[in-house]
């Protein structure tokens, strides 16, 4: 089993729509998780973090966290064409660790 | 620009030949990562500087792979006597906090080709 794992997708939205996307994580111990964006050629852009159970919203983005279910997912709301793009779910698998165990990430693109 | 600086950004090199890329974190940022990433895959973790100290370094990182932070400024990544399956994106992040609360930054990258 993969320690983070993500759908590769391609996952097609049309705009305006809600895009859904999810990762789940293997350790029980992880404490903080992240969402990363990335354009084709650029590097990783950091879009949302979350540290405890929940939901935290940012604008049009909501991360949510589930660590009995060891759940993480990313919804983004009004979806736009520029949010076409692959989505990383990085996780921070042990307390104390300072290593991020990114996911192989999910390619969303929005239909105009 | 405060962000993270890489270069190059981009290197051709033939196999068996010593590539270095250099990093430059965020100026406040004590805390230093350098990652690889491959096309259709999400980066992985090399190694961690906290300050001028290695800290965390992975199985990933072989004996032709050297990193390098000096005076907890900038840093170095080497790798010799390359090889085709070096071919990546090298990507340098920094942090001012530890992962349990703090977030990374990455820079643009050092895409490697081997040739």
């Known amino acids: 089993q993969k320690e983070v794992e993500q759908n590769s997708g391609p996952l097609s939205v049309p705009e305006g729509a809600i895009a859904s996307l999810n990762c789940t994580y293997s350790?029980?111990?992880?404490?903080?998780f992240f969402w990363y964006r990335q354009y084709s050629g650029k590097s990783p852009e950091l879009i949302m973090s979350i540290y405890s159970n929940g939901d935290k919203e940012d604008g049009r983005f909501t991360a949510q966290l589930n660590k009995a279910s060891q759940y993480v997912s990313l919804l983004i709301r009004d979806s736009q064409p520029s949010d076409s793009a692959t989505y990383l779910c990085?996780?921070?698998?042990?307390?104390?660790?300072?290593?991020?165990?990114f996911g192989q990430g999910t390619r969303l693109t929005i239909n105009p | 620009d405060t962000g993270v600086s890489q270069n190059p950004r981009h290197k051709i090199t033939k196999r068996g030949q010593n590539v270095t890329f250099r990093c430059d974190p965020i100026?406040?940022?004590?805390?230093l990562y350098w990652y690889r990433q491959t096309l259709g895959q999400g980066p992985e973790f090399l190694t961690y500087f906290q300050n001028e100290a290695q800290l965390e370094k992975s199985r990933l990182l072989s004996d032709r792979f050297s990193a390098e932070r000096p005076k907890g400024s900038f840093s170095t990544l080497e790798i010799q006597r390359t090889e085709q399956g070096d071919s990546a994106m090298y990507l340098c992040a920094s942090s001012s906090r530890g992962l349990d609360t703090g977030e990374l930054f990455f820079g643009e990258g050092s895409r490697l080709t081997v040739l």
């Open positions: 990085a996780v921070n698998i042990r307390r104390g660790a300072q290593k991020l165990v």
């Open positions: 100026s406040e940022h004590n805390r």
């Open positions: 350790d029980r111990g992880s404490q903080s």
